[in-house]
Nanobody
Framework: QVQLVESGGGLVQPGGSLRLSCVVSGTSSSIQMMGWYRQAPGKQRELVATITNGGTRNYADSGKGRFTIARENAKKTVYLQMNSLKPEDTAVYYC?????????WGQGTQVTVSS
């Protein structure tokens, strides 16, 4: 059974940085797409960034220039480096992967940006 375990969330001051990690287990198949989404209270879940198994990256406008997504295929791990964090980045961040055209989600990690 495919499982995704996120880590790295927490409380950070505005302007600070966090690095999220997501480890995928329970599959030997190639992971076509890895990504991060977020959901703030009262809002819909939205895309943050994705990266294909070929390394093509896609970012939401809100994170361009501040967030960097990366993956280590051998470790089945995806990272999200978040710099210059703002209060509006506060949300639960979810890892998402696409394996043989099926999507899987992690349980989420809370990121709170506040002074």
């Amino acid at each position: 059974q495919v499982q995704l375990v996120e880590s790295g969330g927490g409380l950070v001051q505005p302007g600070g940085s966090l690095r999220l990690s997501c480890v995928v287990s329970g599959t030997s198949s190639s992971i076509q797409m890895m990504g991060w989404y977020r959901q703030a209270p009262g809002k819909q879940r939205e895309l943050v960034a994705t990266i294909t198994n070929g390394g093509t990256r896609n970012y939401a406008d809100s994170g361009k220039g501040r967030f960097t997504i990366a993956r280590e295929n051998a470790k089945k791990t995806v990272y999200l480096q978040m710099n210059s964090l703002k209060p509006e980045d506060t949300a639960v961040y979810y890892c998402n992967v696409l394996i043989t055209f099926r999507a899987y989600w992690g349980q989420g990690t809370q990121v709170t940006v506040s002074s």
